[in-house]
């Protein structure tokens, strides 16, 4: 699933291509992709329609438009989802679940989704800790990138939760925009084992943590994110690269790239965990 990075590239893309411009008209090809807009294909069509979009942002994984009207549309990628931007009178793709055009008669939009576990909906924006976001997001932390974001008061919700810290970091209440990927990075880069308990880290190494997790998602965005297959492209159907700088994630068998080691993968949460044995040591076991 997309991260941080791989969605902020996303919106970047939106930003230069979308904003500014009216809707024309809204075709929606698949019903699965419109389905967490409860109140179905017509009001969303015909709320859409006409609307212009004013701005594209994000929070954590999210993305969003803010129309002129107050509402915005709300999208989200899930495992395959893409935006593009597309000529008029390009042949459509295989998996094309929604087309939005323009009253410039320029490049339309397209809602391209292999698997459907992604979708758009409208949604309300409302006002959270001084920032409008849109309503059904309202529950998402801010994420590492947020100038907003505070790593002191985040440490320190991190250390107060009773959990394994890879958890702690996937929790999108806690801190957004971190998923698998940059989970395994960040600890790679601070030496914490993913099952080490969250209560029993340090303030330091709480911080040190976070602040790995923004510099590593910081670092993939000016690549492009991470690019594994086809399925995640910027607007323009391009891949990002940065796969190839990853330390931990994928490379089970490969040599530390710091001790030497062979990357080992283990189990987690119906997904993989990928870490170095000698250098991200697996905790002790408490005592009772």
Same mark, same amino acid.
């Given at each position: 699933?997309?991260?941080?990075?791989?969605?902020?590239?996303?919106?970047?893309?939106?930003?230069?291509?979308?904003?500014?411009?009216?809707?024309?008209?809204?075709?929606?090809?698949?019903?699965?992709?419109?389905?967490?807009?409860?109140?179905?294909?017509?009001?969303?069509?015909?709320?859409?329609?006409?609307?212009?979009?004013?701005?594209?942002?994000?929070?954590?994984k999210y993305l969003w438009f803010d129309l002129a009207d107050g509402a915005a549309v709300l999208?989200?990628?899930?495992?395959?989802?893409?935006?593009?931007?597309?000529?008029?009178?390009?042949?459509?793709?295989?998996?094309?679940?929604?087309? $939005?055009?323009?009253?410039?008669?320029?490049?339309?939009?397209?809602?391209?989704?292999?698997?459907?576990?992604?979708?758009?909906?409208?949604?309300?924006?409302?006002?959270?800790?001084?920032?409008?976001?849109?309503?059904?997001?309202?529950?998402?932390?801010?994420?590492?990138?947020?100038?907003?974001?505070?790593?002191?008061?985040?440490?320190?919700?991190?250390?107060?939760?009773?959990?394994?810290?890879?958890?702690?970091?996937?929790?999108?209440?806690? $801190?957004?925009?971190?998923?698998?990927?940059?989970?395994?990075?960040?600890?790679?880069?601070?030496?914490?084992?993913?099952?080490?308990?969250?209560?029993?880290?340090?303030?330091?190494?709480?911080?040190?943590?976070?602040?790995?997790?923004?510099?590593?998602?910081? #670092?993939?965005?000016?690549?492009?994110?991470?690019?594994?297959?086809?399925?995640?492209?910027?607007?323009?159907?391009?891949?990002?690269?940065?796969?190839?700088?990853?330390?931990?994630?994928?490379? #089970?068998?490969?040599?530390?790239?710091?001790?030497?080691?062979?990357?080992?993968?283990?189990?987690?949460?119906?997904?993989?965990?990928?870490?170095?044995?000698?250098?991200?040591?697996?905790?002790?076991?408490?005592?009772?």
């Open positions: 699933m997309p991260e941080l990075p791989e969605v902020e590239v996303v919106r970047s893309g939106l930003e230069t291509h979308v904003v500014g411009r009216t809707v024309t008209s809204v075709e929606v090809l698949h019903p699965r992709a419109i389905r967490r807009h409860v109140l179905g294909e017509a009001d969303f069509v015909g709320r859409l329609t006409g609307a212009k979009i004013t701005a594209a942002r994000r929070r954590g999208a989200h990628l899930g495992m395959s989802g893409q935006m593009l931007v597309q000529p008029r009178g390009v042949v459509d793709e295989k998996h094309l679940r929604v087309r $939005v055009r323009f009253a410039d008669d320029g490049p339309e939009l397209r809602f391209v989704d292999q698997r459907t576990f992604g979708g758009l909906s409208l949604s309300e924006l409302v006002e959270v800790d001084g920032t409008v976001v849109p309503s059904a997001v309202a529950h998402i932390a801010r994420d590492p990138m947020d100038p907003l974001f505070d790593v002191v008061a985040a440490s320190r919700a991190l250390r107060a939760r009773r959990t394994e810290v890879k958890r702690a970091l996937l929790d999108q209440t806690l $801190v957004s925009g971190v998923g698998n990927i940059y989970a395994d990075e960040a600890l790679w880069r601070v030496g914490l084992h993913w099952s080490r308990p969250t209560d029993r880290l340090t303030a330091t190494q709480a911080r040190d943590v976070l602040t790995a997790a923004a510099d590593v998602m910081a #670092e993939a965005l000016l690549v492009g994110g991470t690019s594994f297959d086809a399925l995640y492209v910027n607007v323009n159907g391009e891949s990002g690269y940065f796969s190839r700088s990853l330390d931990a994630y994928g490379r #089970e068998g490969e040599p530390c790239r710091r001790c030497g080691s062979p990357i080992v993968r283990e189990a987690f949460a119906n997904r993989s965990s990928f870490s170095c044995p000698s250098c991200q040591p697996k905790p002790r076991t408490r005592r009772r």
